[in-house]
């Protein structure tokens, strides 16, 4: 859209403590066939940095900065990314404002902004930093194109002094248009020059340090570890703890809407969420169990919008498969998807927003924080396989029963009943050795192709449901729709096809190298059991 932009911006920084001799330096540089280096304007602008109180922009990996120079603002989300060298590449997304625009309102605006409201929610945006920048620019050509430019950057931090502490001297180079290489030579050269030290941290970076910032995060993982010797009551709080800081580490990436992934892994944490509930239900109190219709309700708003991910990326991959008539005959219903998962985003991010979720993440983590109850003290090792085999059984009960024409009801069954078993094997896995861990590595193999079927089989009924709702698809949408239909059809027999033998080189061996290994730890924590005295009451 005009007025914005969206790239990946290459550069290498390198800090000064003299910018004089880099000046100097480049007004001299007798330019080559290569390059030529001209100087150019002097600029001043006004940077500020702004964050939630809860570090929102920074957890999905971005600061915001607003940019102010003479009439002219613009609103800048630039990556985070961590770097061992001078030369970096982060995206960069920069929306132009009006000068008076205040970011921390409401306003309707680019795609900046829209994110950042996706981001904050009903928080609001605080000023972190500012920071006033005095550049020389020198711009680097390659015959009659712009190879880059050379930016001397003289920063000063608005703190409580203006003081040495607060000055920042930075050489930046930055290439246009994948120009790096042609680069590389002249700022090897200009970095000898003048003894340029690489600059590791970036201009936000350096800010928050230098104004004591430190971003915050979830909460930590600290405590969600366990020995061997651990009760099935610290398992059980670590496993639920552990999903809860997954849950919300991901949050900010899911509101962000860049990387689906995010919202992925924020979804299976709440799935393991209420796996943990459902398996350690005999070991935990009632107030926690109560949370088990938010959880239900949460992993449904973000359910809608990641099977349209997954959706959109299957549509997509069609077009590799299709000739050129057929692709464009695709775009209406790609265009109906994405329309679909925006307003199933909207939805999203009002539930994330709304009291509800609040009250369950306030509610949740004050109950994980609790003590944990005494009567749940008997060892984890003991408990554990009964818990692990009677969710094998479950999962070998319905497996055994799928052969080449089960109905895709059924394979979907057994692909719950996978999930269930692997994520029982993964909670206990840090008090077993190798035997559930192989067995762990298999299981995820057929699961995948359980996973595989369902995408295929809910393809076929996303589309059936597309072409009867969406008036805005014509006859030749329909019509590519119909041989997509038809694929997925035969994708999906050929997947459950391939079924039987991969669940058959599950079982025997791996099964029995599993259960031997829960025997042996069985015993070995019934004998710990018997040898450790009882405790003596000394009243």
């Known amino acids: 859209m005009p007025g914005s932009d969206d790239r990946i911006e290459a550069e290498w920084q390198f800090d000064a403590n003299d910018l004089t001799p880099v000046e100097s330096w480049l007004d001299e540089y007798p330019g080559s066939a290569d ?47 961590s770097q061992s060298t001078a030369f970096a590449a982060r995206r960069e997304l920069t929306e132009a404002l009006a000068p008076s625009e205040d970011p921390t309102t409401e306003q309707v605006g680019g795609p900046v902004r829209q994110r950042v409201r996706a981001l904050r929610g ?145 979804r299976v944490a709440v799935r393991r969420m209420r796996a943990a509930l459902s398996l350690f239900k005999s070991f935990l109190p009632p107030e926690i169990l109560t949370q088990r219709d938010d959880l239900r309700w949460l992993a449904s708003v973000l359910g809608e919008v990641r099977d349209l991910d997954v959706q959109l990326i299957a549509f997509v991959g069609w077009s590799e498969r299709l000739d050129d008539a057929d692709v464009a005959n695709l775009e209406p219903l790609l265009d109906e998807v994405r329309r679909r998962r925006t307003s199933a985003r909207e939805r999203m991010l009002a539930a994330l927003d709304s009291d509800r979720y609040e009250r369950f993440i306030t509610s949740f983590t004050e109950l994980l924080a609790q003590p944990i109850d005494a009567t749940n003290v008997r060892a984890a090792l003991e408990v554990a396989p009964d818990l692990i085999l009677r969710r094998q059984r479950s999962f070998a009960r319905k497996a055994a029963k799928i052969k080449r024409n089960a109905p895709p009801e059924a394979v979907h069954a057994v692909r719950i009943e996978a999930k269930r078993l692997r994520y029982t094997l993964e909670f206990f896995r840090p008090l077993y050795g190798k035997g559930v861990t192989a067995y762990i590595r298999r299981l995820v193999q057929v699961q995948d192709l359980l996973g595989a079927h369902q995408d295929a089989t809910v393809a076929v009924d996303r589309l059936r449901d597309l072409a009867r709702e969406s008036n805005a698809l014509l006859g030749p949408t329909i019509f590519v729709m119909g041989r997509m239909a038809e694929r997925s059809v035969a994708d999906a027999r050929a997947l459950r096809a391939r079924f039987p033998p991969a669940y058959k080189a599950l079982g025997a061996k791996p099964l029995a190298r599993l259960r031997k290994e829960l025997r042996t730890s069985r015993r070995a924590a019934r004998t710990l059991a018997e040898s450790t005295p009882a405790a003596v009451d000394s009243v």
């Open 35 to 81: 390059l030529r280096v001209m100087r150019e304007r002097q600029v001043e602008h006004l940077d500020t940095y702004y964050d939630t109180a809860d570090w929102r922009v920074h957890r999905a990996g971005y600061a915001l900065r607003l940019r102010r120079r003479n009439d002219a603002a613009e609103l800048t989300l630039k990556a985070l990314t």
């Open 122 to 266: 009903r928080t609001a945006l605080i000023p972190l930093f500012s920071a006033i920048t005095r550049r020389q620019l020198y711009g680097i050509w390659s015959a009659d194109l712009r190879a880059g430019e050379v930016a001397l950057d003289h920063t000063t931090f608005i703190g409580e002094t203006f003081d040495d502490q607060s000055q920042l001297l930075r050489v930046e180079i930055e290439s246009t248009d994948g120009k790096t290489a042609l680069l590389e030579p002249f700022m090897a050269e200009l970095r000898a020059a003048a003894s340029l030290d690489a600059a590791i941290e970036s201009k936000y970076e350096t800010g928050l340090v230098r104004n004591h910032l430190a971003p915050v995060g979830p909460p930590s993982l600290a405590g969600t570890t366990f020995d061997r010797d651990a009760s099935i009551g610290e398992v059980a709080f670590a496993t639920l703890w552990r999903q809860l800081v997954e849950l919300l580490r991901n949050e900010p990436g899911a509101r962000l809407g860049d990387d689906i992934e995010a919202l992925h892994d924020m």
